[in-house]
C-alpha cells in the first residue's frame, strides 16, 4: 500500500505543485526552503556520525521542543542533533532558539519518494522524533525499510482530526505499522491512535512537553505586600487600551489591586505612557526601581524579567491574543498556581489553552467587556479564586515528566 501511496503522492504533487506555487506567490507567501524540501540538504557534518533528528512542523511545535532539544544535546553531546520545520516561521524560531544547540537547522522533506529518499540519503539519521500532529507516511515508511527508528512524540490527535482517520482507518493500520513508538501527552490521546489502527503496545502516554516550565528564582521588591497584583504580560499595540481601562474601572471597585505592565517591545513606552497620563493613572517604571506604595501602574521596561514577575500576581492577562499574533505561553504565570486569561487569538499556543480552560487555571475571553468581568471575578468571589489556582497545580501534576521521559526513552 505504502508504495502506491508513494506513486500516487508523487503524482498529484507534480500536477498540483505548479499551481499551489503561483497561488501563494499571488498571495505573498513565500515559497520558503523549496530546495531543502527537495531533499537538497547539506548536513555539516559526516554522513557517518550519529544523528538525532527532532522534528517540529511550526512554531508552537518548535517552542515545545526547545528544552528537550537542550536536554538531548547536554546528555548526548557526542551526537548530531538536526532539527527540522515545516514552516518559514518555525525555521526562523527554531534558528533563534536552537542556536548554539543544534548542529543543522533545515526544512522536512515533501513527502514523496524522491524527495524523502534523497534526504535520509543525505542526512542518514539514527532515531527520529517527530512532534505531536505530523504523520507523514511515506518518511515512516522509508525510515521502517533503512531500519531508522522513528518515534511520534507528545503525540495528539483532535476531535476532527480523529474522525477523519476514523473514516480512512484501513489506510493509518498500514502507516502505523511504521512507527517505531508513539508517545501521548494524555490517556485520551492514547486511546484515540489506538482507535484509527495504532498497536496498543507501541503508544504509551508521556505527558505535554509543553508543561517542562521551570519556576525563576524570584525576590522581587516592588512593595507589593498588602496589595493584589495583575500582570499584562507581552502586551502589544492596541492591548494596552484594553487592559489599562478595565484597570481602571476595576480600581474603583477594588482599591487593593495593583497593575504590572508588560509590553512585549520596550520601545512602545513613550505610547504606553501617553495612555497613562490620558487615564489619569499614577505609574511608575522599573528602571527606576519605582514601588507600588507609590504608584497605581509600573511599567516594566526592562527586558529578561517578566518571568519571574508572574510569581508576585494574583492573576495574569497574556498578551499577543487580542491581536492576529497568535497568543504567548501561559504557563510562565501557570506554573506559580496562578489563573491565567488571554484574548481570543491563541493559535500559537492553542493546545495549552485547551487544556487550562477546561479547568478554572485559564480563561479564554472573546472582548473587553468579557475581559473586565471575569477579572472581577477572580477578584471577587475568593473561593472561585481559590479552585483556580488549585486547577492550575493540577493541571501541572498531571502533566510533569515529559521530558526526562523522552530521555529515558533515547536512552
Known amino acids: ?9 508523487t503524482i498529484i504533487f507534480i500536477l498540483g505543485m505548479p499551481f499551489v506555487w503561483a497561488v501563494r506567490k499571488c498571495i505573498g507567501k513565500p515559497n520558503a526552503g523549496l530546495r531543502e524540501k527537495f531533499g537538497f540538504i547539506a548536513p555539516p557534518f559526516n554522513s557517518q556520525d550519529d ?6 512542523v511550526s512554531v508552537g511545535e518548535v517552542i515545545a521542543l526547545e528544552n528537550l532539544a537542550k536536554k ?19 525555521q526562523e524560531i527554531a534558528k533563534k532558539k536552537y542556536d548554539g544547540v543544534a548542529d543543522f537547522i533545515t526544512y522536512f522533506p515533501f513527502d514523496i519518494p524522491c524527495c524523502v529518499n534523497r534526504f535520509l540519503k543525505r542526512l542518514n539519521p539514527k532515531t527520529v522524533l517527530i512532534a505531536e500532529t505530523e504523520i507523514w507516511p511515506y518518511f515512516a515508511y522509508a525510515c521502517h525499510k533503512k531500519g531508522i527508528p522513528v518515534s511520534i512524540i507528545n503525540g495528539r490527535i483532535s476531535d476532527s482530526t480523529f474522525n477523519t482517520y476514523k473514516k480512512v482507518k484501513f489506510f493509518f493500520t498500514k502507516v502505523f505499522e511504521n512507527f517505531t513508538a508513539i508517545y501521548t501527552q494524555s490517556e485520551e490521546d492514547k486511546q484515540k491512535y489506538i482507535a484509527v489502527s495504532a498497536k496498543p503496545d507501541v503508544v504509551e502516554v508521556m505527558g505535554n512537553l509543553k508543561f517542562d516550565v521551570k519556576r525563576k528564582d524570584a525576590d ?4 507589593q505586600e498588602g496589595f493584589r497584583v ?7 499595540a492596541g492591548e494596552d487600551e484594553i487592559v489599562l481601562n478595565s ?12 497593575l504590572l505592565l508588560a509590553p512585549r517591545h520596550p520601545k512602545r ?3 504606553i505612557e501617553e495612555l497613562l497620563k490620558g487615564l489619569g493613572l499614577s505609574y511608575g517604571l522599573r528602571s527606576k526601581d519605582d514601588r507600588f506604595t507609590d504608584y497605581d501602574v ?5 527586558l529578561g524579567e517578566l518571568g519571574k514577575m508572574y510569581s508576585i500576581c494574583h492573576f495574569a492577562f497574556i498578551g499577543g491574543s487580542f491581536n492576529t499574533t497568535g497568543g504567548h505561553n501561559p504557563l510562565e504565570a501557570s506554573v506559580y498556581d496562578k489563573p491565567t486569561i488571554t484574548g481570543p487569538d491563541i493559535h500559537n499556543f492553542k493546545d495549552i489553552y485547551g487544556m487550562l480552560s477546561k479547568t478554572s487555571a485559564g480563561k479564554i475571553v472573546n472582548i473587553p467587556i468579557e475581559f473586565e468581568q471575569y477579572q472581577d471575578k477572580l477578584l471577587s468571589d475568593s473561593e472561585f479564586y481559590k479552585k483556580a489556582c488549585q486547577d492550575c497545580k493540577e493541571v501541572f501534576e498531571a502533566q510533569k515528566g515529559a521530558l526526562d521521559f523522552v530521555i529515558n526513552k533515547l536512552k
Open 247 to 258: 484597570f481602571k474601572i476595576l480600581k474603583a471597585k477594588h482599591a487593593d489591586i495593583k
Open 1 to 9: 500500500m505504502m508504495y502506491l501511496y508513494g506513486i500516487l503522492s
Open 298 to 302: 509600573i511599567v516594566l521596561d526592562t
Open 51 to 56: 544523528v538525532i533528528m527532532l522534528h517540529g
Open 220 to 223: 522581587i521588591q516592588l512593595g
Open 230 to 236: 495583575i500582570v499584562a504580560g507581552s502586551t502589544h
Open 269 to 271: 513606552l513613550p505610547s
Open 72 to 90: 538531548i544535546k547536554e546528555t548526548f553531546p557526542d551526537k548530531k542533533l538536526v532539527v527540522t520545520t515545516g514552516t518559514k516561521t518555525g
